[in-house]
């Protein structure tokens, strides 16, 4: 087993008599892509600064290499960081900023010049080093703050979504480059975002949180086939969500139907939520359909289309994504496999 | 003509009568001739800006740049950790102290320099207190002399040098100290590295608005310096009220504005690219 590089221990904050996190326990191992996702305000940016030493944790512990660096200050700890807005100086030209940590450590200037140089070339600004820092464009900017921080060779890089202020193109090529960094370079990444689509290209594991809490803590494919709860489940993608009752083992029963799932463990007639992803639903004609219903929408997406069908019986909106056209106004019949019926214990978190 | 044009029409016109306007009833006063009531000759001439560069005028000048040089280090010497003091201090602070700073200017300039001559003169309130504290044996002769200048000027401009470096020192992005704390600088090297530097347009707006004021000055020299200290501004009001010398008090004139607008351009070519704000 890979050993861990960081770890958060009952990790807790309290901002003016508010609970910013509550009780936080993460494992991060070494040369892991992990990505905080959370709406705005879940604690992820929080927890990336408790890890950074930008703020001290109310209470729990927080360790580097298994040592506790709680109260250890930031300029001490082995830890760099890429700052939201990038954070460059605006005082120094593009070759200063990134040799301000090895200066600060006293490396003599050979060794700077021949680093900051590894580093420009790394991400692809070979010839840069004296433009001023606000001749540069928000990518260029964003690549000098990766330098920046990864000139010092940290073992753990924490980014604060990075790449917010980029546009969708630029963003993607970027995520791409930040994924083969981490890999070529071996080191730990924390990467925070909001952006699900983000988390789930880059990470090797997903933390996502909510409301201070961790919600659920899995690869991208856990997370995405198996959300532990509805919050979950709605923040990753576009889901489909009833509520059911488990009739029992491998039996689920909603809009009046009995339906055949893969899950288990759950009480007799125990009351869940129940998640079907719109890409697993298939359109057919209304005989064979597993639920029928009237097609309302159908909106072209590029990749797919969006199809909007309202069930006949409880009036409830499914959401299907398919590459095949239908024609809005018909009624159709919708057909899934059992193994896209996502079972979920209602309210369920990680450790809870 | 649009409409945004016409809305700075009184400001223009304010600004060519009497700024405009009489800058170059000074720039031709100096390059005429005086005749021997002091009325103005039409002729053209160098020897009002001949004559200040004769020894006496030349100490005078020299005096001027010392004590307000000797002024604005003090003024920086202190503004400065006041500044920084006030930036770092909560929100609900800092606009008290701000207040503090500047409740001074409220009261009128002069009735502030008198206030100064009550404490600092022989029986004043300092020597008092330091001859009953025993400190020293006999009154200090403190007013009328060049300290009690320097003092008058600091006491007078600190708020002028506090209130740009504040002002810029607030306005520094929190996130640069994180950044420069996350490579490793400590509150030390932070400081020398990223905060000095960036806070450099609000010190050079802090030592224009101090050094102007200070070698300009004519009330201070001559309310504590008591006629023993002539500086450039008693030079020029003497030469207007007293020696009746149009001619000349207009060529010193010159030459301080020529050094105050030379100082200007440079401080501020060299702050400028530094891309804070200061207050000019």
Same mark, same amino acid.
Not at chain 1, 284 to 294: A, F, M, R, S, Y
């Given at each position: 087993?890979?050993?861990?590089? =960081?770890?958060?221990?009952?990790?807790? #904050?309290?901002?003016?008599?508010?609970?910013?996190?509550?009780?936080?326990?993460?494992?991060? #191992?070494?040369?892991?892509?992990?990505?905080?996702?959370?709406?705005?305000?879940?604690? *992820?940016?929080?927890?990336?600064?408790?890890?950074?030493?930008?703020?001290?944790?109310?209470?729990?512990?927080?360790?580097?290499?298994?040592?506790?660096?709680?109260?250890?200050?930031?300029?001490?700890?082995?830890?760099?960081?890429?700052?939201?807005?990038?954070?460059?100086?605006?005082?120094?030209?593009?070759?200063?900023?990134?040799?301000?940590?090895?200066?600060?450590? *006293?490396?003599?200037?050979?060794? =700077?010049?021949?680093?900051?140089?590894?580093?420009?070339?790394?991400?692809?600004?070979?010839?840069?080093?004296?433009?001023?820092?606000?001749?540069?464009?928000?990518?260029?900017?964003?690549?000098?703050?990766?330098?920046?921080?990864?000139?010092?060779?940290?073992?753990?890089?924490?980014?604060?979504?990075?790449?917010?202020?980029?546009?969708?193109?630029?963003?993607?090529?970027?995520?791409?480059?930040?994924?083969?960094?981490?890999?070529?370079?071996? =080191?730990?990444?924390?990467?925070?975002?909001?952006?699900?689509?983000?988390?789930?290209?880059?990470?090797?594991?997903?933390?996502?949180?909510?409301?201070?809490?961790?919600?659920?803590?899995?690869?991208?494919?856990?997370?995405?086939?198996?959300?532990?709860?509805?919050?979950?489940?709605?923040?990753?993608?576009?889901?489909?969500?009833?509520?059911?009752?488990?009739?029992?083992?491998?039996?689920?029963?909603?809009?009046?139907?009995?339906?055949?799932?893969?899950?288990?463990?759950?009480?007799?007639?125990?009351?869940?939520?129940?998640?079907?992803?719109?890409?697993? =639903?298939?359109i057919?004609?209304?005989?064979?359909?597993?639920?029928?219903?009237?097609v309302?929408?159908v909106v072209f997406?590029?990749?797919h289309y969006e199809i909007?069908?309202?069930?006949?019986?409880?009036? #409830?909106?499914?959401?299907?994504?398919t590459i095949h056209h239908t024609q809005a106004?018909i009624?159709?019949?919708?057909?899934?496999?059992?193994?896209?019926?996502?079972?979920?214990?209602?309210?369920?978190?990680?450790?809870? | 003509?649009?409409?945004?044009?016409?809305?700075?029409?009184?400001?223009?016109?304010?600004?060519?009568?009497?700024?405009?306007?009489?800058?170059?009833?000074?720039?031709?006063?100096?390059?005429?001739?005086?005749?021997?009531? @002091?009325?103005?000759?039409?002729?053209?001439?160098?020897?009002?800006?001949?004559?200040?560069? &004769?020894?006496?005028?030349?100490?005078?000048?020299?005096?001027?740049?010392?004590?307000?040089?000797?002024?604005?280090?003090?003024?920086?010497?202190?503004?400065?950790?006041? /500044?920084?003091?006030?930036?770092?201090?909560?929100?609900?602070?800092?606009?008290?102290?701000?207040?503090?700073?500047?409740?001074?200017?409220?009261?009128?300039?002069?009735?502030?320099?008198? /206030?100064?001559?009550?404490?600092?003169?022989?029986?004043? /309130?300092?020597?008092?207190?330091?001859?009953?504290? @025993?400190?020293?044996?006999?009154?200090?002769?403190?007013?009328?002399?060049?300290?009690?200048?320097?003092?008058?000027?600091?006491?007078?401009?600190?708020?002028?040098?506090?209130?740009?470096?504040?002002?810029?020192?607030?306005?520094?992005?929190?996130?640069?100290?994180?950044?420069?704390?996350?490579?490793?600088?400590?509150?030390?090297?932070?400081?020398?590295?990223?905060?000095?530097?960036?806070?450099?347009?609000?010190?050079?707006?802090?030592?224009?608005?101090?050094?102007?004021?200070?070698?300009?000055?004519?009330?201070?020299?001559?309310?504590?310096?008591?006629?023993?200290?002539?500086?450039?501004?008693?030079?020029?009001?003497?030469?207007?009220?007293? /020696?009746?010398?149009?001619?000349? @008090?207009?060529?010193?004139?010159?030459?301080?504005?020529?050094?105050?607008?030379?100082?200007?351009?440079?401080?501020?070519?060299?702050?400028?690219? &530094?891309? @804070?704000?200061?207050?000019?």
């Open positions: 087993m890979t050993p861990s590089i =960081i770890e958060l221990k009952n990790v807790s #904050k309290i901002f003016n008599e508010k609970e910013a996190l509550k009780s936080i326990n993460l494992d991060i #191992k070494e040369k892991e892509f992990v990505t905080l996702l959370g709406p705005s305000g879940c604690g *992820k940016t929080t927890t990336l600064r408790i890890i950074g030493g930008f703020e001290t944790a109310s209470s729990g512990e927080v360790f580097f290499d298994g040592i506790n660096i709680s109260s250890i200050p930031p300029y001490k700890r082995q830890i760099n960081t890429v700052f939201q807005k990038y954070a460059l100086f605006p005082h120094l030209n593009i070759y200063e900023n990134i040799a301000f940590g090895l200066k600060i450590k *006293k490396v003599d200037k050979d060794t =700077i010049d021949k680093k900051v140089k590894k580093m420009l070339s790394l991400v692809n600004l070979e010839g840069f080093e004296k433009r001023d820092i606000n001749s540069l464009s928000g990518g260029q900017q964003q690549r000098i703050a990766i330098a920046r921080a990864l000139v010092n060779e940290p073992k753990v890089l924490l980014l604060d979504e990075p790449l917010g202020a980029l546009d969708l193109k630029l963003r993607q090529d970027m995520q791409y480059e930040l994924k083969t960094m981490q890999q070529e370079l071996g =080191i730990t990444f924390v990467y925070v975002t909001h952006d699900q689509e983000e988390a789930l290209t880059m990470s090797d594991r997903i933390v996502v949180m909510s409301d201070g809490k961790i919600q659920q803590i899995g690869t991208p494919e856990d997370i995405y086939n198996e959300p532990i709860n509805r919050f979950v489940a709605d923040f990753i993608g576009e889901i489909n969500m009833v509520t059911a009752t488990m009739i029992q083992d491998y039996k689920v029963m909603f809009n009046n139907k009995v339906f055949e799932c893969v899950d288990k463990g759950f009480n007799s007639n125990e009351e869940v939520d129940v998640v079907i992803r719109p890409e697993d =639903i298939n057919v004609p209304k005989e064979k359909g597993k639920i029928t219903g009237w309302t929408d997406k590029g990749v909007i069908v309202v069930d006949k019986q409880n009036n #409830k909106e499914w959401i299907i994504h106004g009624e159709v019949g919708l057909d899934f496999e059992s193994e896209a019926i996502h079972v979920m214990r209602m309210g369920e978190v990680i450790g809870e | 003509m649009n409409k945004k044009n016409i809305l700075a029409v009184p400001y223009v016109l304010w600004a060519i009568l009497f700024t405009i306007v009489p800058l170059f009833i000074v720039l031709l006063y100096s390059f005429t001739k005086r005749d021997s009531f @002091g009325g103005m000759i039409f002729s053209f001439t160098f020897d009002n800006y001949k004559m200040f560069f &004769e020894p006496i005028y030349l100490n005078v000048l020299w005096r001027s740049l010392r004590l307000s040089l000797y002024s604005t280090i003090a003024c920086f010497v202190i503004g400065y950790p006041m /500044a920084y003091i006030i930036s770092k201090s909560d929100i609900k602070k800092q606009s008290l102290m701000i207040m503090l700073f500047v409740l001074p200017l409220w009261t009128n300039f002069l009735l502030r320099t008198y /206030a100064w001559m009550v404490v600092l003169r022989e029986q004043g /309130a300092l020597n008092e207190i330091l001859l009953f504290l @025993g400190i020293i044996d006999e009154p200090l002769q403190m007013l009328y002399t060049n300290g009690a200048v320097i003092m008058g000027m600091v006491y007078n401009f600190l708020p002028f040098m506090v209130l740009p470096i504040y002002s810029v020192l607030s306005k520094i992005d929190k996130s640069l100290l994180e950044a420069a704390q996350d490579l490793g600088a400590n509150s030390f090297s932070t400081f020398i590295k990223v905060i000095f530097p960036l806070s450099f347009p609000g010190v050079a707006s802090g030592i224009l608005m101090v050094f102007m004021p200070a070698i300009s000055t004519f009330v201070i020299s001559d309310l504590l310096g008591g006629g023993q200290t002539i500086l450039l501004g008693n030079l020029i009001q003497n030469q207007f009220m007293m /020696a009746r010398n149009w001619q000349f @008090g207009s060529a010193i004139s010159m030459i301080m504005m020529v050094m105050i607008v030379i100082s200007m351009g440079y401080l501020t070519k060299h702050s400028s690219k &530094e891309g @804070g704000t200061g207050l000019w």
